[in-house]
Nanobody
Framework: HVQLVESGGGSVQAGGSLRLSCGASGSIYGDACVGWLRQAPGKERVGVAAIDSDGIASYADSVKGRFTVSRDNANNTVNLMMNHLKPEDTAVYYC??????????????????WGQGTQVTVS
């Protein structure tokens, strides 16, 4: 059983940066595709980034060039560095994992394991 825990959310002014982390318990984490998804108020949860076990990363067009996803398999952690934040980035951010390959940014239905979410507010 894999448990995911996000940290690092908060409030920031437009143009600022935040770093989210997703820590995991469970030995399968190193083999998993890990995604970051977000849900803005009144909107569906959508994928913004994903990273495969071999480090291949994918991004949604809305965050490409501003967000960077990376993984530290030794510490069972996946990070999302968010730069040049915009008000439209405001959302609850979730990390999620699946044992399938990412093959790009994935929808929420593709993931098996979920974190509890962390709020990011950009004003």
């Amino acid at each position: 059983h894999v448990q995911l825990v996000e940290s690092g959310g908060g409030s920031v002014q437009a143009g600022g940066s935040l770093r989210l982390s997703c820590g995991a318990s469970g030995s399968i984490y190193g083999d998993a595709c890990v995604g970051w998804l977000r849900q803005a108020p009144g909107k569906e949860r959508v994928g913004v980034a994903a990273i495969d076990s071999d480090g291949i990363a994918s991004y949604a067009d809305s965050v490409k060039g501003r967000f960077t996803v990376s993984r530290d398999n030794a510490n069972n952690t996946v990070n999302l560095m968010m730069n040049h934040l915009k008000p439209e980035d405001t959302a609850v951010y979730y990390c999620a994992a699946t044992l399938n390959r990412c093959h790009g940014v994935r929808p929420e239905s593709d993931f098996t394991y979920w974190g509890q979410g962390t709020q990011v507010t950009v004003s």
